[in-house]
């Protein structure tokens, strides 16, 4: 690679500038609550599982399978705060903050080493802190930042064992590596997907000895088996939906779509380019054609072991969510700025600072979590409101004065059922369903119907199917994400509430 001397110089400022910048621009934004339903459906997940055990009705209300650590994490704060669930959202949104900032260190270090060239190192992890999708998951509480954590350490231990000169040495580094890969895996075992990125290394590192890819090959295969023994431990028995194949299967079944029409595919790619950026996607392709046409296997390597697979399986699976794209950001950066300083290092760190500009100035304030607006701190303001919204009209639903209540929905139903959790620990919860849910509460009757239509006039159909099941006949109904007329015209109990916008959601 042709970089300028200047660019190589190892300045001292450049971390503890990025961390600075960091503490200075996520800190200040942290949300109080929850941001996100499978947020909330974790918090339900633990909350449920200290009351009632391993085999709770709401264990596995999100995936606590491909999660078990940090469940683990969150049980042992809940504990140290003696069961005192109002700090639930408070743990899990600052754990976020503290590792969003931590992981501007192996990050600087993995890029600096593999490039040999700190001042890319700086440029990559300073788009990094205001990516879309990477400064969302610095505010709000989900596991996968961490993960993404422990993956970079893991590379950095990785990385240093295969350029050690001495074989004998740097087969030390594998086992350290090896045990951040499990721990990457225990916080969320998603990064399965971008496991590539060892083999990429050897690619770009040129190695051929065979004993270094079979090394490489076990150390994930043993952290993958790891993985499995250590989640079985850590959760005790469970019926999770990767923890049989069956299950899995089921899941798949359920979430992979392959459809003919490219609509789908358009709106599955939305967050992929708004959780980047719009102006960063659009220069991704660039670089990556660029280099692409050139034939530079090395850039090639690096991009498409780490961001190929995840990208793609995310793009078929059913709800693609900016979060689901997060972990292939910081490649994407890397390659554009890598290209800034092949094409004009001496304006790269400006070219740099534009593009975290144009992020901001080409996509107005958002609340969406699939797809977050670039203008990263006006959005902030409105994921807060959308967040108020959430708690008060759950509130407002724990608060009917009725013995049964039906909640029809998705993605409120975790906001009510937490709120009725915190306020009552006396509760008795059944899984009735998929994704259904009855809760008893002294003389009080709440059943959660996981609802989806996609036109009005398919409630009623939909509807007979429930009320037979459950046997809802007598229930009140109330949604804040469906109009409830038609039930209401049939002779059926409704309560009226305000309604979500579906673009809120």
């Given at each position: 690679?042709?970089?300028?001397?200047?660019?190589?110089?190892?300045?001292?400022?450049?971390?503890?500038?990025l961390?600075?910048?960091s503490?200075?621009?996520?800190?200040?934004?942290?949300?109080?609550?929850?941001g996100?339903?499978?947020?909330?459906?974790?918090?339900?997940?633990?909350i449920?599982?200290?009351?009632?055990?391993?085999?709770?009705?709401?264990?596995?209300?999100?995936?606590?399978?491909?999660?078990?650590?940090?469940?683990l994490?969150?049980?042992?704060?809940?504990r140290?705060?003696?069961y005192?669930?109002?700090?639930?959202p408070l743990?899990?949104?600052?754990?976020?903050?503290?590792?969003?900032?931590?992981?501007?260190?192996?990050?600087?270090?993995?890029?600096?080493?593999?490039?040999?060239?700190?001042?890319?190192?700086?440029?990559?992890?300073?788009?990094?802190?205001?990516?879309?999708?990477?400064?969302?998951?610095?505010?709000?509480?989900?596991?996968?930042?961490?993960?993404?954590?422990?993956?970079?350490?893991?590379?950095n231990?990785?990385?240093?064992?295969?350029?050690?000169?001495?074989?004998?040495?740097?087969?030390?580094?594998?086992?350290?590596?090896?045990?951040?890969?499990?721990?990457?895996?225990?916080?969320?075992?998603?990064?399965?997907?971008?496991?590539?990125?060892?083999?990429?290394l050897?690619?770009?590192?040129?190695?051929?000895?065979?004993?270094?890819?079979?090394?490489?090959?076990?150390?994930?295969?043993?952290?993958?088996?790891?993985?499995?023994?250590?989640?079985?431990?850590?959760?005790?028995?469970?019926?999770?939906?990767?923890?049989?194949?069956?299950?899995l299967s089921?899941w798949?079944?359920?979430?992979?779509?392959?459809?003919?029409?490219?609509?789908?595919?358009?709106?599955?790619?939305?967050?992929?380019?708004?959780g980047?950026?719009?102006?960063?996607?659009?220069?991704g392709?660039?670089s990556?054609?660029?280099?692409l046409?050139?034939?530079?296997?090395?850039?090639?390597?690096f991009?498409?072991s780490?961001?190929?697979l995840?990208?793609?399986?995310?793009?078929?699976?059913?709800?693609?969510?900016?979060?689901?794209?997060?972990?292939t950001?910081?490649?994407?950066?890397?390659?554009?700025?890598?290209?800034?300083?092949?094409?004009?290092?001496?304006?790269?760190?400006?070219?740099?600072?534009?593009?975290?500009?144009?992020n901001?100035?080409?996509?107005a304030p958002?609340?969406?979590i699939?797809?977050?607006?670039?203008?990263?701190?006006?959005?902030?303001?409105?994921l807060?409101?959308?967040m108020?919204?959430?708690?008060s009209?759950?509130?407002?639903i724990?608060?009917?004065?009725?013995?049964?209540?039906?909640?029809?929905?998705?993605f409120h139903n975790?906001?009510?059922?937490?709120?009725?959790?915190?306020s009552?620990?006396?509760?008795?919860?059944v899984?009735?369903?998929r994704e259904?849910?009855?809760?008893?509460?002294?003389?009080?009757?709440?059943?959660?119907?996981y609802?989806?239509?996609?036109?009005?006039?398919?409630?009623?159909?939909?509807i007979?199917?429930?009320i037979?099941?459950?046997?809802?006949?007598?229930?009140?109904f109330?949604?804040?994400?469906?109009?409830?007329?038609?039930?209401?015209?049939?002779?059926?109990?409704?309560?009226?509430?305000?309604m979500?916008?579906?673009s809120?959601?």
């Open positions: 690679m042709s970089f300028s001397c200047d660019s190589r110089e190892n300045n001292p400022y450049y971390l503890p500038l961390l600075i910048i503490v200075f621009s996520h800190f200040p934004f942290v949300l109080n609550g929850f996100e339903i499978d947020a909330t459906k974790i918090a339900v997940s633990v449920d599982m200290l009351t009632n055990g391993s085999n709770a009705a709401f264990a596995n209300f999100y995936f606590s399978d491909v999660i078990p650590l940090y469940i994490y969150l049980k042992w704060f809940m140290q705060l003696n005192d669930y109002s700090y639930l743990v899990m949104n600052y754990t976020n903050a503290v590792v969003g900032t931590l992981i501007i260190i192996p990050a600087f270090f993995l890029i600096k080493q593999i490039f040999r060239n700190p001042a890319i190192a700086f440029c990559s992890v300073l788009a990094l802190i205001f990516a879309p999708s990477f400064y969302q998951s610095t505010i709000m509480g989900f596991p996968h930042l961490i993960a993404l954590f422990f993956l970079l350490v893991s590379l231990f990785y990385l240093s064992g295969i350029d050690n000169v001495q074989k004998t040495r740097g087969y030390f580094f594998i086992f350290p590596a090896g045990v951040s890969l499990t721990i990457a895996f225990l916080f969320k075992s998603d990064i399965v997907l971008v496991t590539g990125i060892y083999f990429g050897l690619i770009m590192r040129k190695v051929r000895d065979k004993g270094a890819i079979a090394g490489s090959f076990l150390m994930i295969l043993m952290s993958g088996v790891l993985f499995l023994f250590l989640r079985n431990m850590i959760l005790g028995p469970s019926s999770g939906t990767t923890m049989s194949k069956e299950g089921k798949y079944a359920f979430s992979l779509i392959l459809p003919s029409a490219i609509g789908y595919y358009i709106a599955q790619a939305k967050p992929i380019a708004y980047a950026g719009i102006a960063t996607f659009c220069m392709l660039i990556f054609i660029f280099y046409f050139k034939r530079r296997s090395d850039v090639l390597a991009i498409i780490w961001a190929a995840p990208t793609v399986f995310w793009l078929v699976m059913i709800g693609n969510n900016a979060r689901h794209n997060m972990i950001v910081l490649p994407v950066l890397v390659i554009i700025v890598v290209l800034f300083f092949e094409k004009a290092p001496r304006y790269a760190t400006v070219l740099t600072i534009l593009l975290v500009l144009c901001f100035f080409l996509t958002s609340f969406s699939l797809r977050p607006s670039g203008s990263l701190f006006k959005s902030n303001t409105l807060e409101d959308r108020d919204t959430f708690q009209l759950a509130k407002e724990t608060n009917i004065d009725e013995n049964k209540i039906a909640v029809l929905g998705t975790p906001h009510v059922i937490i709120e009725l959790m915190r009552t620990p006396s509760y008795k919860a899984k009735i369903g259904n849910y009855k809760m008893q509460i002294g003389d009080k009757e709440y059943v959660f119907i609802f989806v239509v996609v036109k009005p006039e398919d409630m009623e159909e939909g007979d199917d429930v037979r099941e459950y046997h809802l006949e007598n229930h009140i109330v949604s804040v994400t469906y109009g409830l007329e038609s039930l209401k015209q049939r002779g059926l109990k409704t309560r009226t509430m305000d979500i916008k579906r809120t959601l």
